[in-house]
């Protein structure tokens, strides 16, 4: 089991920026992946940022040039620092872990945070 828990969600105006950041703790081995999913209302959850093996990030398309995806190995945590938010990155963001167990992946999701862009 993962446990995984976020923080730095908030109210802030367009063009202003937050950082996210999730903490793991649990039997944390062989992670396959570990990133960022949102949600807005109405809408599916969706990647925003994941880092995969090796080092490989992956962004989606709104966000490229915008979000930075980070990870600390050492304190099991994993960071998304977000710039020049705007109204439309309006959703509840999810910290997510792929732990991989033989040719099992395990997938486990944090509470959530919110992030509100609004004026």
């Known amino acids: 089991q993962v446990q995984l828990v976020e923080s730095g969600g908030g109210l802030v105006q367009p063009g202003e920026s937050l950082r996210l950041s999730c903490a793991a703790s649990?039997?944390?081995?062989?992670?396959?992946?570990v990133g960022w999913y949102r949600q807005a209302p109405g809408n599916q959850r969706e990647l925003v940022a994941q880092?995969?093996?090796?080092?490989?990030?992956d962004y989606a398309d709104s966000v490229k040039g915008r979000f930075t995806i980070s990870r600390d190995n050492a304190k099991n945590t994993v960071s998304l620092e977000m710039n020049s938010l705007k109204p439309e990155d309006t959703a509840v963001y999810y910290c997510?872990?792929?732990?991989?167990?033989?040719?099992?992946?395990?997938?486990?999701w944090g509470q959530g945070t919110q992030v509100t862009v609004s004026s």
């Open positions: 997510n872990y792929k732990v991989s167990a033989g040719s099992v992946v395990y997938i486990y």
């Open positions: 649990g039997s944390i081995f062989s992670i396959y992946a």
């Open positions: 880092i995969r093996n090796g080092g490989i990030t």
